[in-house]
Structures are given as C-alpha cells and as structure tokens.
C-alpha cells in the first residue's frame, strides 16, 4: 500500500554528517509510524530511530543518542535521518520502514510491514 525509496546514502571519513531521505508513495507516509534500520555484513538489521505520525515523537537507539535526528515533513511525503558526528561502526545499509501499529515493539524488524530497498552508508577512519 506505501512504496518506500531510500536516497542519499555514500562515503564519508569519521567525523563527518550525511543526511538520508525516505520518499514515500502509494499513500501518505503520514498515516504510519516510521523508522528507519542500518545491516552491516554478517550482522542483523539494527533499529536506529522512529518517528510517529506527526513526528512530535522520535526514539532512538542509544548508539547513535545525540549524533542521529529523525524528522519527517509529511507535505512532502518524507523522512529523513539527520547523520552527524559518523564513526566506522556506522558502516552499514539503511532502510527506511513502515507500520501502522503503535503497540509495536518499535526496535524489531519484525513490526514493520513496509521496507525500503536499502541505502549504503560507508565512514571510513
């Protein structure tokens, strides 16, 4: 019912920032609860942060506390992950995803109906 597409993903040195967009279609992103999730090789899919539905709500996992802001602008249909202060351990793909669930445990994968096809983010040291 939503297609998600992930963009601005690349490589930068330790230290650095790099913003992520999630460009929903289909339906309006404003009726889902969404967050977005890193993969690095050989590990599982990470929780980073999520937004609610009018983004007055954001949570985060505590790697990433301070350096990571979550926002959406749902005029445009849109979320995007604010990316400061990235250290090598931030290496991975980031995929945006979606779900209508509040009850939802927000840091599982598994809560999440609608992906996005991935975007990589390298930071080299």
């Known amino acids: 019912q939503v297609q998600l597409v992930e963009s601005g993903g690349g490589s930068v040195q330790a230290g650095g920032s790099l913003s992520l967009s999630c460009a929903g279609s289909?339906?309006?992103?404003?009726?889902?609860?969404i967050s977005w999730f890193r993969q690095a090789p050989g590990k599982e899919r990470e929780f980073v942060a999520r937004?609610?539905?009018?983004?007055?709500?954001?949570n985060y996992v505590e790697s990433v506390k301070g350096r990571f802001t979550i926002s959406r602008d749902n005029a445009k249909n849109s979320v995007y992950l604010q990316m400061n202060s990235l250290v090598p351990e931030d290496t991975a793909v980031y995929y945006c995803?979606?779900?209508?669930?509040?009850?939802?445990?927000?840091?599982?994968?598994?809560?999440?109906?609608?992906w996005g096809q991935g975007t990589q983010v390298t930071v080299s040291s």
């Open positions: 289909g339906r309006s992103l404003s009726n889902y609860l």
């Open positions: 937004i609610s539905w009018s983004g007055t709500s954001t």
């Open positions: 995803a979606a779900n209508t669930k509040l009850e939802r445990p927000p840091h599982l994968a598994s809560s999440y109906d609608y």
